[in-house]
């Protein structure tokens, strides 16, 4: 974890370094049984473009996110608010400043992304800066710039990728196996050939579901917790994702759906209602979620109250 003022994690930083260490140990697994089913140069060349395309989406995390998210990265003189928001805590927790960005949806979100802390976005949509007030967007920011300093970010965005290169793997393994079994795939000899990469690839897929949830729903309270003792006011995040997760409900499912391959990075998933996707969800409750701001306030000798009067919202962004 890199050092800012941010409070430190340590079963976050014991998570991290587990969901690391699985997953590295998965993909030398998929390698090797690669190399003896597709035979040692196939399988060699199949792991270095693996290893390839991981270090790219590593290279490219924000960029990536940024576009999936059709975001524009946008100056101090067009969100001068936000800017100046994110400068004081930036300054505050003693940390560089990530580049900033605003995607143009009425999905009230934000997320972090990046490869370290001074690689690294905070982006926020239109839909949040038009919805909470000024010390609930101080709440958010603060609570994605914990991503940036406790590098989670990176891990997740490296563990979200795990399913992908296994599956090339995967693949590339059962096209060498097929053409030196003779490069039919309706002979006897193709049978079991599928059902070994169909339970091989059901494997990889439990396993890196399980290593990426065991860190995904703790990254998110480690994240709250460390925003609201930055800020001071876990309140104001408090109220932020409230009034989140209630807007995210009545967004329109089409647009929920087009948000889905976001919902690891974001603050709170687009998932309305409950249903198996907020059961196997990357995020802890609502309710989880304010439990610990509610202890957190405790500690700090301030009441939850929950949320704050109508006032000024958030800032504006660049024109639309």
């Known amino acids: 974890m890199s050092r800012t003022r941010f409070a430190p994690d340590h079963g976050l930083t014991a998570r991290m370094t587990a969901t690391m260490f699985l997953l590295g140990l998965l993909f030398v697994a998929v390698v090797v049984g690669a190399i003896l089913f597709a035979g040692r140069g196939l399988g060699l060349i ?3 473009a693996a290893l390839g395309f991981v270090w790219w989406q ?44 605003i995607a143009y949806t009425n999905l009230p979100n934000a997320f972090a992304t990046g490869r370290s802390p001074s690689h690294s976005a905070v982006c926020v949509t239109t839909g949040i800066l038009d919805r909470l007030t000024l010390e609930e967007l101080e709440g958010v920011l603060a609570h994605e710039l914990s991503h940036v300093a406790h590098r989670d970010v990176m891990v997740m965005s490296l563990a979200s990728t795990a399913g992908i290169i296994t599956g090339m793997v995967l693949r590339g393994a059962q096209f060498g196996g ?3 079994l003779g490069g039919r795939r309706d002979d006897r000899s193709g049978v079991p050939v599928w059902l070994l990469i169909l339970l091989a690839s059901i494997v990889v897929y439990a396993i890196s579901f399980v290593a990426t949830k065991m860190l995904s729903r703790y990254r998110e309270l480690a994240a ?7 800020t001071g006011n876990p309140s104001a995040l408090a109220s932020a994702l409230t009034k989140i997760s209630g807007e995210i409900a009545v ?14 990075l974001f603050i709170a998933p687009a998932v309305a209602g409950v249903s198996w996707k907020t059961l196997t969800s990357t995020h802890p409750s609502l309710e989880q979620r304010l439990a610990q701001l509610a202890q957190v306030a405790t500690e700090l000798g301030r009441p939850l109250d929950g949320g704050f009067p109508s006032g000024p919202t958030g800032p504006a962004g660049p024109p639309r």
């Open 224 to 230: 709250d917790r460390a925003g609201a003792f930055m």
């Open 58 to 101: 590593w290279w490219n995390s924000d960029k990536l996110a940024l576009k999936a998210m059709k975001a524009r990265v946008v100056s101090p003189q067009e969100a001068p608010e936000l800017h100046a928001m994110i400068d004081r805590l930036c300054t505050l927790a003693d940390m560089p400043k990530p580049t900033v960005a």
């Open 251 to 264: 967004i329109p499912k089409k647009d929920l759906r087009a948000a889905e391959p976001m919902n690891a």
């Open 178 to 180: 097929l053409g030196m």
């Open 46 to 48: 199949i792991g270095i």
